[in-house]
């Protein structure tokens, strides 16, 4: 039975915040890749979609979450269900920024819908037409 202790959980830091790999391929041999991500109050992360969905569930503070067009506020208790291949964009609350618990099928890939690299993407972030795991997810 793999058992992922607290203190060998992997840990990827970016301008934006900390994802915290619960369970992936390579921790764990999960099917599904499990993180958690805090972010800082006011911080935003770039940009992007994933060729695979993902479910946010808001565990602390609040966001702003922009996806396919639409900006919808969420609180601590929220899911938001992402589909495959739409543009996304998380704004940590200015007063609390959020912590959440990401799923996504292992494998799961982003990118920069049409190409265009945002022009506050960390050195993580996808360029161009790349397409990239990310470490919190392999």
């Given at each position: 039975m793999?058992?992922?202790r607290s203190a060998d959980s992997r840990r990827s830091t970016t301008p934006n915040g900390v994802m915290t790999t619960l369970?992936?391929?390579?921790?764990?041999?999960?099917?599904?890749?499990?993180?958690?991500?805090?972010?800082?109050?006011?911080n935003s992360g770039p940009y992007h979609a994933a060729d695979g969905e993902q479910v946010?569930?808001?565990?602390?503070?609040?966001?702003?979450?922009?996806?396919?067009?639409?900006?919808?506020?969420?609180?601590?208790?929220?899911?938001?269900v992402m589909p495959a291949d739409v543009g996304r964009r998380m704004?940590?609350?200015?007063?609390?920024?959020?912590?959440?618990?990401?799923?996504?099928?292992?494998?799961?890939?982003?990118?920069?819908?049409?190409?265009?690299?945002?022009?506050d993407a960390c050195d993580l972030a996808p360029k161009g037409t790349d397409r990239l795991l990310p470490p919190w997810t392999r």
């Open positions: 793999p058992v992922i369970a992936s391929p390579t921790q764990g041999g999960a099917t599904q890749a499990v993180w958690r991500v805090d972010m800082p109050a006011g946010w569930t808001f565990l602390t503070g609040g966001a702003t979450v922009e996806l396919d067009g639409e900006t919808v506020g969420v609180e601590a208790g929220d899911t938001v704004h940590a609350s200015t007063e609390s920024g959020f912590t959440a618990i990401v799923v996504a099928p292992a494998g799961c890939e982003v990118y920069n819908p049409g190409g265009v690299t945002a022009a």
